[in-house]
Every structure is written in C-alpha cells, then in structure tokens.
C-alpha cells in the first residue's frame, strides 16, 4: 500500500510562487507514474503535470506550461511540484497520484485511474 501525501499549499498573491510536495510511503516500484492533478469547486478535476519514475519524461496540461515544472527525488519517493507566476485561475485543490508499478507506457497527463491519491493541499490564490 502507497500512501501520497502533499504539502506546501497556502496563500499566495497573483504573480506569486509556491513548491508543492508529496510524500510517499509504502513500498514504489522504481517504474510509477506520478501526476499532480487540480480541482475547483464546480469543475472537473484536471490533470496539471505528470512525469514517470524511471525516463524523466514529463507532460504539462497546456494551461500550466512554461509556469509549472514537476520534478521527482526518487531517493525520498517524493514528488514536487514548482508553480511559478500563479493568477487566481490556479485556485484549487491539488492533489498527487502515482501508479506503481508502472507497465502502461505513456505516463501521460490526461491519466487519471491512478491507484493510489493523496488528501489534497489547497492553493489559493489571490489578485
């Protein structure tokens, strides 16, 4: 069993930064699938940023490009998230999945059946 857990949300005025977190525990497959996702109240949740445990490659939804990096420490099974020149429209709950093992290929950003999820951290921020 893998548990996700976030950390690092708050408040932030538009323009601001904030790093978001997640931590592991549980035994991760060195192939997983980790993505960071977003809800808003009344909206569907989206996938942000997603990036797999052993290429490195990542994939970024078009609205966070060039604004987010998503990163991993694999020593520490932990996940991070660098958010950059945030504007209200970033306001939202964020979460991180991962799915590991991974043997899916593509550990693309639209994927959301990832197996295990953390709680959330709110991001808030203001203009």
């Known amino acids: 069993q893998v548990q996700p857990m976030e950390s690092g949300g708050g408040s932030v005025q538009a323009g601001g930064s904030l790093r978001l977190s997640c931590a592991a525990s549980g035994y991760v497959y060195r192939s997983t699938c980790w993505g960071w996702f977003r809800q808003a109240p009344g909206k569907a949740r989206e996938g942000v940023a997603s990036?797999?445990?052993?290429?490195?490659?990542?994939y970024y939804a078009d609205s966070v490009k060039e604004r987010f990096t998503i990163s991993q420490d694999n020593a520490k099974n932990t996940l991070y998230l660098q958010m950059n020149t945030l504007t209200p429209e970033d306001t939202a709950m964020y979460y991180c999945a991962a799915t590991t093992p991974w043997a899916g290929g593509y550990c693309d950003v639209r994927i959301q059946a990832h197996r295990y999820w953390g709680q959330g951290t709110q991001v808030t921020v203001s203009s």
């Open positions: 990036t797999h445990s052993q290429s490195g490659n990542t």
